[in-house]
């Protein structure tokens, strides 16, 4: 009995430890009204972790065909985050400042 509870606890070790690279997170600051990248890479499976460093909040979100969503009123000093689980190409904007443009290519 002891034995297969720390065969399972090994397993569960090995899939964590498997899992590091796919849960990848990559950091998107917005300060200025802007993001402080136009365009970024992803694996699927990966996170987009958006800091609000403004003064005022942002509203992030996509409307790109077949991958909408929306990450509601991020206040300043917050952030919020996205696992992007589809590959494609998606155009993230801020529904409170239209010029802040991102692009996400999932692969
Ligand atoms: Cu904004």
Same mark, same amino acid.
Request: charged share 25%; aromatic share 6%.
């Given at each position: 009995? =002891?034995?297969?509870?720390?065969?399972?606890?090994?397993?569960?070790?090995?899939?964590?430890?498997?899992?590091?690279?796919? @849960?990848? !997170?990559?950091?998107?600051?917005?300060?200025? #009204?802007?993001?402080?990248? =136009?365009?970024? !890479?992803?694996? =699927?499976?990966?996170?987009? #972790?958006? +800091?609000?460093?403004?003064?005022?909040?942002?509203?992030?979100?996509? &409307?790109?065909?077949?991958?909408?969503? $929306?990450?509601?009123?991020? #206040?300043?000093?917050? @952030?919020?985050?996205?696992?992007? $689980? =589809?590959?494609?190409?998606?155009? +993230? &904007?801020?529904?409170?400042?239209?010029?802040?443009?991102? @692009?996400?290519?999932?692969?």
């Amino acid at each position: 009995m =002891k034995t297969k509870i720390l065969a399972c606890a090994m397993a569960t070790l090995f899939v964590v430890a498997g899992a590091a690279p796919v @849960t990848a !997170e990559v950091v998107i600051n917005q300060k200025a #009204k802007k993001f402080d990248k =136009k365009k970024i !890479e992803i694996k =699927k499976g990966e996170t987009v #972790k958006f +800091v609000n460093s403004d003064s005022i909040s942002h509203n992030i979100h996509s &409307r790109s065909a077949g991958y909408k969503f $929306d990450l509601g009123v991020s #206040k300043p000093g917050t @952030t919020a985050s996205k696992v992007f $689980d =589809k590959a494609g190409k998606f155009k +993230v &904007r801020c529904a409170i400042h239209p010029k802040m443009k991102l @692009t996400v290519k999932v692969n």
